[in-house]
C-alpha cells in the first residue's frame, strides 16, 4: 500500500513559478506510476501529468504541454510537478496519485489510480 502527501501549493501572481511535491510512503513506491490532477471548483476533475514507473514516459495535458514538466526521484520516494507561467485558470486543488497502469490512455483517467493524496491549493492571482 502507498499513501501519498502533496505539499507545495500557495498562492502565486500570473506568470509566476510552484513546485508541487508528492512524498509517498511505502517500499513498493518505484514500481508505480504517478499521475498529478487538479479540480477547480464546480468542475471535474482533470489530468494534468503523468509519469511512468522509471520515469521514461511523461505525458501531459494540453492545457499545461509546455508550462508544467512532471519528475520523480525513487530514491527519496517522491514525484515532482514543476509549473511555470502559471494562470489563473490553474487555480484547483491538485492531487497526486499511484497506479499500477502503464499505458498513456489509462494514465490519463483517474478512474486508473488507486491511492491518492488529500490534495494541496493553488490559487494564482491575475
Known amino acids: 500500500q502507498v499513501q501519498l502527501a502533496e505539499s507545495g501549493g500557495g498562492l502565486v501572481q500570473a506568470g509566476g513559478s510552484l513546485r508541487l511535491s508528492c512524498a509517498a510512503s511505502g517500499r513498493t513506491f518505484s514500481r508505480y506510476a504517478m499521475g498529478w490532477f487538479r479540480q477547480a471548483p464546480g468542475k471535474e476533475r482533470e489530468f494534468v501529468a503523468a509519469?511512468?514507473?522509471?520515469?521514461?514516459?511523461?505525458y501531459y495535458a494540453d492545457s499545461v504541454k509546455g508550462r508544467f514538466t512532471i519528475s520523480r526521484d525513487n530514491a527519496k520516494n517522491t514525484v515532482y510537478l514543476q509549473m511555470n507561467s502559471l494562470k489563473p485558470e490553474d487555480t484547483a486543488i491538485y492531487y497526486c496519485a499511484g497506479t499500477l497502469y502503464v499505458d498513456s490512455i489509462r494514465l490519463s483517467r483517474s478512474t486508473s489510480y488507486d491511492y491518492w493524496g488529500q490534495g494541496t491549493q493553488v490559487t494564482v492571482s491575475s
Open positions: 509519469i511512468t514507473w522509471s520515469g521514461v514516459g511523461t
